[in-house]
């Protein structure tokens, strides 16, 4: 899915006006209906629940209309509130003249509030995408008082007071929404940790936006789902052999860490790949032999943590990082790889922390290396984000542009850079994916997808992603969201990955 600009938005409201040969209050009415029909099936049981609709007045406030007509005619108490304005736009006016007596549309008056009770419901339709500066005066009083309700509310497109693809001032008042309800399409905005407690869960309403509009507008950030994914991983031949599917080399693991290696290599494993090498420090040894005897073991001739680096030769990506520590030793053997290595690179955890601790090693990596860093993980590698997660996706196009590599900000919505600067934010995972382990497992599936040489990077990378966060999906009932591990997931990689076979 595409991640429009709210100019893009409005310009794709107007070209489906014009292929469909409507008219912009019909769009409207779509939109209602929608917002109607979710909230008729998901959130209204009860013919008592106390409805508030509050409405801009602007076409956010037009759809609020409609949706306060619709309750309205389906039996439910509207009290439908109007933010005092000297203009409104034609579809707010028009929508206003469809009201009928029985609905009394009730200016607000800012000196006293409307009262709601706590289990009331609030469709907050004040303002949308169009946002372009903080709310203030009376419109800021009306956030603030809807916030304090303690109600149940939903916003209608975007929560009132929240830009799409910007940040706002961090006091600013915006709408603390439990749902909010996008048309077609999400916004930046639903995807950024700094924004979860105003956006609540969000939901897409399908209003038959023009498809080949969608299709033909050029955009630098994608909402990746599945029925995009569908058909890139390939189908295994059936006369393939273990030769097909590609040897990895993993480099991980050190006194005290040896489960990274493990759980790494299990899931690499796990996601198909034909051979797979593990090189540990010589205390893991006997550890990978028993935990995966799938794999083969190199042994370093340290105990404690990786000194060598062994012939690359044989291998058709490698993969380093999981639990492998800091040790000069291992310094020296990641910019050995850095410097030799002719095969994709798969770099995370410690790898990673050895980058951001030495930025001169940044200048080796090879172009089209994967590196999976947590936001803190990133940090170490550019530096904290100056102001907010916005401009950590700065930081992030940044660093892939000097770079030439893909990077990950792992986490809800985990999002991937490209090269060229696109930004793909991942549909997959939950909450129950927070614990030890996970980041590694992520390590192996992506290293296995790399070693498959038919998987260009951007492929193998979207694959990976999207598998890793669908296997803890997977494994969610069977667990709950505490007691899922990141041995549940790899436990799943198999199956979310077949979902996704040509």
Known sequence: MKLLSPAQTRALDQATIKAQHITSTALMERAADAVTNWLLAELLLSYNT????FCGPGN?????????????????????????????STDFTHQQKQLPAE?????????????MAAGAVVVDALFGTGLSRPLAGDAAALVRHINDSGATVVAVDMPSGLFADAPQPADSATVRANYTLSFELPKLAFLLPQNADFVGDWRLLPIGLDAEVIHNTAVDKHFVTADELRG????????????????????????????????????????????MTTRVPAVGYDIIQISDPEAMCLADPASDHITELPELDSYDAVGIGPGLGQHDDTRAVLRQLLEEAKVPLVIDADALNLLGANPELQKLLPPD????????????????????????????????????????????????????GTLYFNSTGNAGMATGGSGDVLTG??????????????????????????????ALPHTGHAGLLASDIVRFLGPALEELVR
Do not use: M
């Open 60 to 88: 956010n406030g037009g759809d609020g209309l409609a949706v306060a007509r619709s309750l309205h005619r389906a039996g439910y108490s509207v009290r439908l509130w109007l933010l005092p304005a000297a203009r409104h």
């Open 50 to 53: 106390a409805i508030h609709v």
């Open 445 to 474: 599936l992506l290293l296995a997808l790399r070693a498959h040489q038919r998987l260009a990077p951007l492929d193998a990378a979207l694959l990976g992603l999207h598998a890793h966060g669908r296997a803890g999906d997977l």
């Open 232 to 275: 890139r991983l390939p189908r295994r031949p059936k006369f393939s052999h273990k030769g097909t599917f590609g040897h990895a080399l993993l480099l991980a693991g050190s006194k005290g860490k040896i489960g990274a290696a493990v759980l790494a290599t299990r899931a690499c494993l796990r996601a198909g790949v034909g051979l």
């Open 369 to 420: 290396s994967l590196l999976t860093p947590h936001p803190k993980e990133f940090e170490r590698l550019v530096g904290a984000p100056a102001r907010d997660d916005y401009h950590r996706l700065e930081q992030l196009r940044d660093f892939v542009g000097r770079t030439g590599c893909y990077c990950i900000i792992k986490g809800a919505y985990t999002v991937l850079a490209a090269p060229d």
């Open 103 to 115: 609905l009394p549309a009730r200016e607000i008056d800012p000196d006293k509030l409307p009262a």
